[in-house]
């Protein structure tokens, strides 16, 4: 299959940071205009991780925090390679605590920040690991364990999720009742936080992707919710608009799976505290669509296999921005376009909310 040249795509390919201040204005004034009670959660956010990133950033170069870039990823990735990661820990952890410092006490707020935080210290501790690792040694902690922690957080909070009465029926995206899933909706709830945090952390593969797309997602919750979980979401939205600050095409700092396993866990908390699971469905569908690649590759690969071992790959490479970018796209179009999806997403879902 012929692929097109990088100047034939060249339209719709702003700089980095003209992406960030575009969803950036997009999201504020969103929320200014459809829930200004929660304005300051987001301005709080922001200053904070954009703030802290000036210090940060030097403290993890500092500590030799650097980005491993997978050998088998586009070429243009190996630029990257000594990039400060963890960046997480300047971006969720104080937008979460902004946001219960400055709200009234709530169990469900407080059960959404812990979870998040939790996730994050998964990611922190694997983070580590790799970044610590001797030359030719294993990087990280294993999938197995990784996972093992995230399900076992995951029942924790379902534990609360029963424990509170949360009803398991699953809502439509106007808020009415669909289906009572009984106990299947527990397995839902182990399914929604363990792989919307995986999901995010697929989309965390180029500058900017997962900051902007979860900002749009967390500042459409925003929107969506009410009370406590929108002013978490809120403020999360906040502090990812912040961490573009440092994020943009050319990215001085990753999140790492610090920031987008605690992102992805706060969605999914958020989603099932509020009851807005398919919401959370429609305006999370770039990260849908990146762990979906990630597994139909994966399972493609397996059953076209030929005697001698050799399998078919359905895409370039997954997750899915990296198929967009060996079909000739620059990294700054992936992000700005998918950028727009996200919006466009977004908008979809404050529309089905008030049907």
Known sequence: MATSSPDKLSGLNPPGWFSAV??????????????????????????????????AVPQLARLKARQVIREDGPQSHQAKVGTPTMGGVFMVFPAVIFALVITPWNPDLAAAAALSISYGLVGLF??????????????????????????????????????????????????????????GYWLLALFVLTGT???????????????????????????????????????????????????????????????????????????????????????GGIFVAEALSVIIQRYYYKLTKDSEGRGKRLFRMAPLHHHFELGGWAETQVVFRFYLVALGLGGLTILLKGL
Do not use: Q
């Open 22 to 55: 575009l969803i950036g204005c997009l999201i504020f004034g969103a929320i200014a205009w459809g829930a200004p009670a929660y304005l300051n959660y987001v301005l709080g956010g922001f200053v904070l991780s954009a703030l802290l990133g000036f210090w």
């Open 126 to 183: 694997d983070d580590w690991k790799v970044v610590t690792a001797k030359p030719g040694g294993k990087r990280g902690i294993s999938e197995r364990l990784k996972m093992g922690l995230l399900v076992l957080l995951a029942l924790l909070f379902c534990t609360y999720l029963a424990w509170s009465g949360k009803p398991t029926v699953l809502l439509g995206p106007n808020g009415n009742p669909w289906l009572d899933l009984g106990l």
């Open 197 to 283: 945090s995986n999901a995010v952390n697929f989309t965390d593969g180029v500058d900017g992707l997962a900051a902007g797309t979860g900002a749009i997602a967390f500042g459409t919750l925003g929107l969506v919710l009410s009370g406590p979980l929108a002013a978490i979401c809120c403020a999360m939205a906040g502090g990812a608009l912040g961490f573009l600050v440092h994020n943009h095409n050319k990215a001085k700092v990753f999140m790492g799976d610090t920031g987008s396993l605690a992102l992805g866990g706060l969605l999914g908390a958020v989603a099932l505290l509020g009851g807005a699971l398919i919401p959370l469905a429609v305006v």
